[in-house]
């Protein structure tokens, strides 16, 4: 079974374009667990453009799926942050700070020892821990020397060639999801998986446990409403 974990993000972005508290980043998590979903993530900023540190230890509260707090985990903030509030799991993202959404997955050959320092850091309060990376075969050999529990396929370039050729888009990723059954590391995945690629790439990827889907699951919300639209890309996962 692949579950599916809706990134709030785009709520919070929302909610801080015009203050106050609409949309309710909390109301909206309650709501996606009532409506199907099986986690929820959120990937907070040092700039909290969009979900805010208050937030997370808002949502700690109300979860009952399982929370998932993506970030960059060379800002001592974010560390903190994980350690107070000891979500299901985290994912560590190479953000740079200035970036507008995440764009590459970790070295993690060069960042072995600080991976391995950090996973050993997260699971040691509980944390279940995946390592965002590109479908690059030693990339996925190089995170399972870091102890990490799963790593978390960075799905962008997937999407943006799956409308010209989805036997292309998707080989990399096939390859690197079986080399992580080989090492002993559960897959995740996500970036811009979308209801028109997000089948396909279940199909391809037998090994798969989790997808993140944020921004193309709250636009298609703006169409088909919340409720419905969490149950066709639940559908796309069957």
Known sequence: MTKLSVNINKIATLRNSRGGNMPNVVKTAIDCERFGAQG??????PDERHIRYQDVYDLKEIVTTEFNIEGNPTEAKFIDLVLANKPTQVTLVPDALN???????????????????????????????????????????GAAETGTDRIELYTERYAHVYPENKEEAIRDYARAAKVAEQVGLGVNAGHDLSLENLAYFKQNIPNLLEVSIGHALISDALYF?????IQLYLRQLQ
């Open 40 to 45: 929820i993530t959120v990937h907070p900023r």
């Open 99 to 141: 970036a507008i959404t995440s764009n590459a997955g970790w070295d993690t050959t060069t960042h072995r020892d600080r991976l391995k320092e950090l996973v050993a850091t997260f699971k040691s309060v509980g944390c279940r821990v995946s390592i965002f990376v590109d479908p690059i075969e030693r990339m996925v050999e």
């Open 225 to 229: 409403g919340l409720e419905n639209t």
